[in-house]
């Protein structure tokens, strides 16, 4: 069984930053790669940010590239995004999940099988 708890979300000013964090249980952490997917009202899911289980690959959406950062500790088992210049539209609940090794579908929802409860940013303009 895989749990995923995220923290770090929260309020902030546009421009501002913020650094959510997802603790993950199991001893197989580091096999896998990790993503950030958000979730705006009345959006569909849609992805933010991925890394590849080494840590040494890493993949971002058009809207947030140049301004988040993925990154992940093996050792402590979590995964972080560091999110700079916020901007109003990023304004979502934020989700962790873990890649499906066997779906090829990277910035697909139905690429991850086990996601966190969500912590919501709330950037304000």
């Known amino acids: 069984q895989v749990q995923l708890v995220e923290s770090g979300g929260g309020l902030v000013q546009a421009g501002g930053s913020l650094r959510l964090s997802c603790a993950a249980s199991?001893?197989?952490?580091?096999?896998?790669?990790m993503g950030w997917l958000r979730q705006a009202p009345g959006k569909e899911r849609e992805f933010v940010a991925a890394i590849s289980w080494s840590g040494g690959s890493t993949y971002y959406a058009d809207s947030v590239k140049g301004r988040f950062t993925i990154s992940r500790d093996n050792a402590k088992n979590t995964v972080y995004l560091q999110m700079n210049s916020l901007k109003p539209e990023d304004t979502a609940v934020y989700f962790c999940?873990?890649?499906?090794?066997?779906?090829?579908?990277?910035?697909?929802?139905?690429?991850?099988?086990?996601w966190g409860q969500g912590t919501q940013v709330t950037v304000s303009s």
């Open positions: 199991g001893r197989t952490f580091s096999s896998y790669a």
């Open positions: 999940a873990r890649r499906d090794s066997r779906s090829p579908y990277r910035t697909e929802v139905s690429g991850y099988d086990y």
